[in-house]
């Protein structure tokens, strides 16, 4: 797993700071969606080799949800955002 | 049997005894200041930001957007809500939090070394200058740090944890001969 990550708040930051909150790339189901599709969106997860996104809170730090794109496979960090500016830039 | 936890430092147990003479690398508790978290309202977080650091009463420690701890060495905790009411009132939440952190100030020679056992931060200068302060972990308790010269770090803890980061900072300080004692 990636060891250090970029808070675009804190700086370099150890891994043991944050705790990770799942997969950011869900769009939530309108209130009215199908049963399949609320299911699909609270249980169903894909297991990736590859790129990522998934919503880190910096715990022991600014106390923010960062979306952090990273590899599963080689643990590379791509970016990291801050969860309110990375919401605004994809119109949620 | 009734404890005025109101009138007791959190580490008076700790601290009880005749203090050792402080030695080059020196733990001082402090007392007597106040200490309050500013929590700027949506969308006055640069204004109430710029407003902080007008002024030189009181030290302004980062800990998240929007949010900063403030610790004033002269003010009692109403006098430095009344003076951050007077100076940023309608853009900015105050909570008094003097009774609720423990400060910590460490200083000497080998303070970074004492640190780096607990800090998983770079603290060379040129990556944690002087003047800056960060919200971190040392070892398990949340922390904020604050640089405040070139060998002397400043650390607030919740008041509940101060006994085991007391502990863990006289642990960590040990082979460095570290004292401890309240500041005067």
């Known amino acids: ?92 | 049997m009734i404890r005025d936890y109101y009138n007791r430092h959190a580490l008076d147990e700790k601290l009880r005894g005749a203090p050792r003479p402080p030695s080059a690398n020196h733990l001082a508790i402090g007392h007597r200041q106040a200490v309050a978290m500013a929590l700027a309202m949506a969308g006055e977080e640069e204004a109430v930001e710029k407003l902080l650091s007008s002024t030189t009463e009181f030290a302004v420690r980062f800990s998240a957007p929007g949010e900063w701890l403030v610790v004033s060495e002269n003010d009692t905790p109403e006098g430095l809500q009344r003076r951050l009411d007077a100076l940023c009132s309608a853009r900015v939440y105050i909570v008094d939090q003097s009774e609720a952190r423990v400060l910590f100030r460490l200083s000497g020679p080998s303070t970074r070394r004492i640190l780096a056992k607990g800090i998983g931060l770079d603290l060379h200068p040129t990556a944690f200058a002087v003047g800056t302060s960060a919200n971190a972990f040392c070892g398990h308790i949340a922390v904020n740090l604050a640089r405040t010269g070139e060998d002397a770090f400043e650390l607030i803890a919740p008041r509940s944890f101060a006994e085991s980061l007391f502990d863990d900072l006289m642990t960590m300080g040990r082979e460095y001969d570290l004292t401890a004692a309240f500041a005067a």
Not at chain 1, 15 to 33: M, N, Q, V, Y
Request: net charge neutral; proline share 5%.
């Open chain 1, 1 to 92: 797993m990636a060891s250090l990550i970029t808070c675009p708040h804190c700086g370099v930051r150890p891994k043991e700071e944050f705790a990770i909150r799942g997969d950011a790339s869900l769009l939530r189901p309108a209130p009215t969606a199908s049963d399949e599709a609320w299911h699909d969106y609270v249980y169903v997860r894909a297991n990736p080799r590859g790129r990522t996104l998934e919503h880190w809170q910096h715990v022991g730090g600014c106390r923010r949800f960062l979306v952090v794109e990273r590899d599963t496979f080689t643990h590379e960090v791509h970016s990291v955002t801050d969860g309110a500016a990375f919401a605004r830039e994809n119109g949620r």
